[in-house]
């Protein structure tokens, strides 16, 4: 598994998360097989094999959650070079063939929310951004094509 760069805030929401899944949903799944159990034949429970499938679902959830815990390490946004496009920098982009200009933050996949102007660092553009600096032009491969953004500003 890759190492998931986050902010401490990130990394505490998941923790919450993981408690609540191992502390309040793992023990309601238990609950919820040993009910549908309790109603006989367990051949014919649809209600029995559907808890089953819930549980099993909610442990790889957090297996996949304990990973990335694992896994986090926390970026202190005061250490941040903005020398260069790094993760947690927000980038101020011209798209060259439409004039448009976007703000981006880099941020880990977990923190990607496209609303937000939050791209992940893994994405087409985050990868192709990542590096670059004030004044280069970025050629991303999109789906539609190759976008060329020149960089504007680096900031925190």
Same mark, same amino acid.
């Given at each position: 598994? @890759?190492?998931?760069? #986050? !902010? +401490?805030? !990130?990394?505490? /929401?998941?923790? @919450?998360? $993981?408690?609540?899944? =191992? ?6 799944? @238990? =609950? ?25 679902? $909610? *442990?790889?959830?957090?297996?996949? $959650? *304990? ?5 986090? =390490?926390? &970026?202190?946004?005061? !250490? ?28 880990? *996949?977990?923190?990607?929310?496209? /609303?937000?102007?939050?791209?992940? &660092?893994? @994405?087409?553009?985050? /990868? ?5 600096? #004030? ?11 190759? #976008? +060329? ?5 680096? !900031? &925190?």
């Amino acid at each position: 598994m @890759s190492v998931q760069y #986050v !902010t +401490k805030e !990130t990394l505490e /929401k998941m923790q @919450s998360e $993981l408690q609540h899944m =191992r502390g309040v949903l793992r023990p309601a799944a @238990s =609950r919820a097989i040993a009910e549908a159990r309790e109603k006989g034949d367990l051949k014919e429970n649809a209600e029995y094999d559907a808890a089953k499938e819930a549980q099993g679902m $909610l *442990e790889a959830k957090i297996k996949q $959650l *304990e990973g990335v815990i694992a896994t986090a =390490r926390i &970026v202190n946004e005061n !250490t941040i070079d903005t020398g260069r496009v790094n993760i947690l920098t927000r980038v101020r982009v011209t798209n060259i063939g439409t004039k448009k200009e976007i703000t981006y933050q880099i941020v880990s *996949e977990r923190e990607a929310d496209l /609303k937000a102007g939050k791209i992940s &660092v893994t @994405s087409p553009i985050g /990868k192709g951004l990542l590096g670059k600096v #004030v004044g280069e032009i970025a050629e991303v491969q999109v789906p539609a094509g190759v #976008v +060329k953004f020149k960089i504007e500003e680096i !900031t &925190v």
